[in-house]
Every structure is written in structure tokens, then in C-alpha cells.
């Protein structure tokens, strides 16, 4: 199983970025699948999370400024962010595994399987 994240960048306050993360090796309609962030000196965050059947969660922070997707023709997952803020800036991850989003622990706290290396975004002031 691999995953591949890429559409990452440098844009200033205000802009919109679109990442994109690839999978392959297992059927990417079966899982958990959801976007994490990092910032330097900083604990992982869930940012975003979509469940195979289409209900997805943010975190509070991004909540209508970000919009995960799946594009299940293409086996990728899709995280749209608008409104980008410096706070924004980390590396991003995406990551997924065999568990509903909507159930049990919160997916954000959940141990994913699957990871790919990551897509760094910078937003500047």
C-alpha cells in the first residue's frame, strides 16, 4: 500500500491550495481515509476525514475553509483549503485504514496504518 500526497506549496494569506494524495495497492473504497498536519515543534493534527460512504469531519479550525473529497475513478484523496492562514502552514499527510471515521474514538486520535511522506504547505502574511 502506498500513498502519495502532492499539490503543496508556498502561497500568501488568503490564497487556496488543492492537495491531492494517490493510493495504490489496495482498494481505496474501502477505508477511513483523512488528511493530518504537522507544524514544526508542533503534535500531529487531524485535519479532515472522509468515510467510504461519503459523511466527512473537520477539525474545528478549518471548518468552512476546507473541503476533503474522494475521487473513487481515480483512487485519490482530495483536500481543497481556501482561505489559507499562516496558522496553516505544516506539513500535510494523508493517511487511511480499515475503520469508520464515525465510530468508536475520534479518527483523529486513532492509529491510521496507512501514511504517505507528506506535502508541505506555507502560507505567509
Known amino acids: 500500500v502506498q500513498l502519495v500526497e502532492s499539490g503543496g506549496g508556498s502561497v500568501q494569506s488568503g490564497g487556496s491550495l488543492r492537495l491531492s494524495c494517490a493510493a495504490s495497492g489496495y482498494s481505496y473504497t474501502t477505508y477511513c481515509r483523512a488528511w493530518f498536519r504537522q507544524a514544526p515543534g508542533a503534535e500531529r493534527e487531524g485535519v479532515a476525514a472522509?468515510?467510504?460512504?461519503?459523511?466527512?469531519y473537520y477539525t474545528d479550525s478549518v471548518k468552512g475553509r476546507f473541503t476533503i473529497s474522494l475521487d473513487n475513478a481515480k483512487n485519490t484523496l482530495d483536500l481543497q483549503m481556501n482561505s489559507l492562514k499562516p496558522e496553516d502552514t505544516a506539513m500535510y499527510y494523508c493517511?487511511?485504514?480499515?475503520?469508520?471515521?464515525?465510530?468508536?474514538?475520534?479518527?483523529?486520535?486513532?492509529?491510521?496504518?496507512?501514511w504517505g511522506h507528506g506535502t508541505q504547505v506555507t502560507v505567509s502574511s
Open positions: 472522509i468515510d467510504r460512504d461519503g459523511r466527512t
Open positions: 493517511a487511511a485504514d480499515i475503520f469508520w471515521c464515525g465510530y468508536g474514538d475520534n479518527w483523529s486520535i486513532r492509529n491510521f496504518g496507512y
